[in-house]
């Protein structure tokens, strides 16, 4: 019973460059959600994908953030030319459909910074 | 937009104090509410959920949350804390009909002391 799994756990990375943030959602679960978690504050939405329809991206705070899903599986949350003020825990979590009625499930995270 | 506000960022208590976490939000149409716990090292989990019906919903661990409709509330309940209740609790709301995105506080901080 595998839950979400996301990878690297830790990711540390200078200013400037590029990183790619994994996130396997537990299969079957058609809806999926990436969050952000600066330190002291709450959850911030990013985006949500849900089966193949256009993803929600209005949470994303730039245009150097974007994110994919292929297959209706697996994510991938992408930062370009990363800034210091990027550094905080980015959650990635999956529910079984679109009902609000399913809760999210999430995944341990990756931490990122940036020197 | 809904919003969701948790006023007290840090608790500490002793072993067996009663708890009452604070949740308000602001939606004027109906609204799921959620409440999620972060342990130290592990990922958010459901805690407890309210859709509908009786509005004093009761969780995992002993834990309960009432609904007050009247004071867009739901706060978080425990009348006897332990130890391994240290966590971050975060509550969380979804307005039905609307986005399928839950929006949530900026999270509780609570330390039990043995």
């Known amino acids: 019973g595998a839950g979400v799994s996301q990878s690297p756990s830790n990711k540390v990375t200078e200013k400037g460059k590029d990183v790619e943030l994994r996130c396997d959602p537990i299969?079957?679960?058609?809806?999926l959600y990436w969050y952000r978690q600066s330190l002291g504050q709450g959850l911030e939405f990013l985006i949500y994908?849900?089966?193949?329809?256009?993803?929600?991206k209005s949470g994303l705070p730039s245009d150097r953030f974007s994110a994919e899903r292929t297959g209706g599986s697996v994510s991938t949350l992408t930062i370009q030319r990363t800034q210091q003020e990027d550094s905080a825990v980015y959650l990635c979590?999956?529910?079984?459909?679109?009902?609000?009625?399913?809760?999210?499930?999430f995944g341990d995270g990756t931490r990122l910074s940036i020197l | 937009a809904q919003s969701v506000s948790q006023h007290n960022h840090h608790v500490i208590l002793s072993e067996a104090a009663s708890l009452e976490l604070g949740c308000n939000y602001s939606?004027?149409?109906?609204?799921?509410l959620f409440w999620y716990v972060q342990y130290p090292g592990q990922h958010l989990q459901l805690l407890l959920k309210?859709?509908?019906?009786?509005?004093l919903v009761k969780g995992i661990k002993g834990f309960e949350a009432e609904f007050i409709k009247s004071k867009f509330s739901f706060n978080l309940r425990k009348p006897s804390v332990q130890w391994s209740d240290t966590a971050e609790y975060f509550c969380?709301?979804?307005?039905?009909?609307?986005?399928?995105?839950?929006?949530f506080g900026r999270g509780t901080s609570l330390i039990v002391h043995p």
């Open positions: 979590a999956s529910s079984l459909g679109r009902t609000v009625l399913q809760p999210q499930h």
């Open positions: 299969s079957g679960h058609t809806a």
């Open positions: 994908f849900q089966g193949n329809s256009a993803p929600d």
């Open positions: 939606y004027g149409g109906t609204v799921n």
């Open positions: 309210y859709f509908s019906g009786d509005p």
């Open positions: 969380a709301v979804n307005a039905r009909g609307g986005s399928y995105i839950p929006t």
